[in-house]
């Protein structure tokens, strides 16, 4: 018996030594994804200089958001980064431009634009729900039930100079303890010189992603933190949340014929799974490539009014105020490998975000239409059914008689007494209509039951399949 209860005891130990080692096993592992691998927030790439490594590293971002205004063929693009964990002696963050350095402007913001407003699709389909809720009751008896369950669902400097053979810059600012060059090459090896010289050696696989881009009409923009210290000082800025943060920020303005933006430098981040958060002014349709498709998600969003602040009067061209701004937000969370191209943004919107805004803002013509059709085709569905026999009412009448239905089913069945469903001889029906007797005909009832019936289920499908559309 005491050997039993020491062999039961010896178990339950082993047991327990074993559920705490995965218990630890599983919280070491969950640490270090949430350190090294959900803080990483990027596009275009940043490179830090760690001292006691005495090498140049990748930074883990904290977070990366771009905003882009496209106008007149003319792309102004904010680029924000926030490296608040930004640790070592020195910085430098870079990223390609499809346009010729003659042509491209260059400046270095504090913060970043703030947007808010309601979702488009998600609008459509509370618009579309409530539209037929309300055409519904047309039939009077479904108030009692459509009220229930509303109620249950309601619970810089100018002027370009050579620094060395091959490479031209054509801009350079200094503020807020950061710099930023916009410089043009004619060869890697003029690109990888500069920025020795500026005290940065390149990883082999950041050098082969800008390889692609050397040679082509592409600029590159090149920003560095040359004072950790004194760029903290001056970038510091207050999250919603009042947390102090750093954020670097770069705007530039170039022609395009489609809307740009960086996603290949990415790239080097290898496996990890890098969020990607863009917002364009106006409602576009983004070229999201097969590597990235299901990875990507697409928002449509309408903001009633947006009150520009001054530092950013320039990337909104003088406005101060818009009513009704229009934006895409454009979330990509492919892991970085399959950043292969960059992304190019048709300023269009597709034909369905057309559509559903069109219903939106016109939800009382949009509401009279699908009435009108949903009546007439019920009318002339009931018709067809119960009067298929002896039929002497065209189809155009029998579609035309469900806008009685506007009278709501009490009107649709009194006006339906007078309708005429059976043929009589000539001389009869004259006598009758001059004595002022209507002809019963029983089929009627029937016909009402059915249009009320076919009313509801229309209604449903047609709620349905614009739901599933939009």
């Known amino acids: 018996m005491i050997q039993t209860n020491r062999t039961y005891l010896n178990n339950l130990r082993l047991n327990l030594i074993m559920k705490s080692k995965i218990f630890i096993i599983t919280a070491l592992f969950l640490l270090f994804y949430l350190t090294f691998f959900q803080s990483v927030f990027a596009d275009g790439m940043i490179h830090i200089y760690d001292p006691d490594m005495y090498r ?11 905003v882009i205004n496209y106008e007149n063929g ?3 693009m904010i680029l924000s980064v926030d490296v608040t964990e930004l640790r070592g002696e020195k910085a430098v963050w870079l990223f390609p431009v499809p346009a010729k350095p003659d042509k491209t402007v260059i400046d270095v913001i504090k ?13 459509t389909d509370d618009t579309i729900s409530g539209t037929f809720s309300v055409i519904r009751l047309s039939q009077v008896y479904t108030f ?12 810089s400097s100018s002027g370009a100079r050579n620094l060395e053979e091959g490479i031209t810059i054509h801009e350079h600012i200094e503020k807020m303890g950061l710099t930023t060059e916009l410089v043009s090459v004619k060869e890697s090896d003029a690109l990888y010189n500069y920025l020795t010289n500026k005290g940065l050696d390149l990883p082999s696989g950041s050098k082969s992603i800008l390889d692609e881009y050397i040679g082509k009409d592409y600029s590159f923009v090149v920003s560095w933190i040359s004072d950790v210290a004194k760029f903290k000082q001056e970038s510091s800025n207050q999250d919603i949340y009042g947390r102090t943060i750093n954020t670097v920020g770069v705007s530039i303005t170039f022609p395009t014929n489609k809307i740009y933006f960086p996603l290949k430098p990415t790239s080097v981040y290898g496996s990890s799974e890098i969020p990607i958060l863009i917002y364009v002014i106006g409602h576009v349709t983004p070229n999201l490539y097969q590597e990235i498709k299901q990875e990507s998600q697409i928002n449509y969003f309408v903001q009633d009014y947006y009150t520009v602040s001054p530092e950013f009067s320039s990337f909104f061209n003088g406005k101060t105020r818009i009513n009704e701004l229009e934006y895409t937000k454009i979330k990509i969370n492919a892991p970085s490998k399959y950043l292969r191209e960059d992304l190019w943004i048709k300023n269009s919107a597709p034909i369905n975000i057309t559509l559903a805004d069109f219903i939106n803002r016109n939800t009382l013509i949009c509401g009279l239409i699908f009435f009108v059709l949903t009546s007439c085709l019920a009318s002339l569905f009931s018709g067809l059914v119960v009067f298929r026999k002896d039929k002497i009412i065209s189809n155009q009448k029998l579609a035309l008689f469900g806008l009685w239905n506007f009278l709501t089913l009490i009107g649709f069945a009194i006006a339906s007494v007078f309708l005429r469903t059976k043929k009589l001889k000539p001389e009869l029906e004259q006598q009758l209509k001059s004595e002022g007797i209507i002809v019963w005909d029983g089929r009627k009832i029937l016909f009402v039951f059915l249009f009320t019936i076919f009313f509801l289920i229309i209604t449903f499908v047609f709620q349905i399949v614009l739901q599933y559309i939009f």
């Open 111 to 123: 913060g970043f634009p703030k947007f808010w407003g309601y979702d488009v699709k998600e609008k």
């Open 56 to 66: 140049w590293d990748l930074l883990n971002e904290n977070q990366q958001l771009s």
């Open 74 to 76: 003319f792309q102004k």
């Open 144 to 155: 009692p039930f459509l009220f229930l369950f509303s109620s249950i669902s309601s619970l």
